[in-house]
Nanobody, 126 residues
Framework: QVQLVESGGGLVQAGDSLRLSCAAS????????LAWFRQAPGKEREFVAF????????VYADSAKGRFTISRDNAKNAVYLQMNSLKPEDTAVYYC???????????????????WGQGTQVTVSS
């Protein structure tokens, strides 16, 4: 069991940067793989980035590759998403998600994750 709370969203201009945080409660945080998803108005929730148990394995959506960086600090029970060179199409509610297991073929699917945060709004103006 793990509970997740996102923070760090806000209103920025195109080209700016934001750092999202996800704080977790629970004794077994390091036993979960973590991911970031996002959902824009009228759109389906989509995968953004994944990080493994120890942080050595990361996977990014094509839309995030080269601009976003996912990281985790198990000592602080936290996962982060550094977002650079933001674009208006990055506007969405961003969600942190956790799962005790993972597989390469399905890590990008929302059904793989058992726990979700409430989301934090990111708005990028042109």
């Amino acid at each position: 069991q793990v509970q997740l709370v996102e923070s760090g969203g806000g209103l920025v201009q195109a080209g700016d940067s934001l750092r999202l945080s996800c704080a977790a409660s629970g004794r077994t945080f390091s036993s979960y793989v973590l991911a970031w998803f996002r959902q824009a108005p009228g759109k389906e929730r989509e995968f953004v980035a994944f990080i493994g148990w120890r942080g050595g394995t990361t996977v990014y959506a094509d839309s995030a590759k080269g601009r976003f960086t996912i990281s985790r600090d198990n000592a602080k029970n936290a996962v982060y998403l550094q977002m650079n060179s933001l674009k208006p199409e990055d506007t969405a509610v961003y969600y942190c998600a956790a799962s005790p297991e993972w597989a390469p073929a399905s890590l990008h699917r929302i059904g793989e994750y058992d726990y979700w945060g409430q989301g934090t709004q990111v708005t990028v103006s042109s």
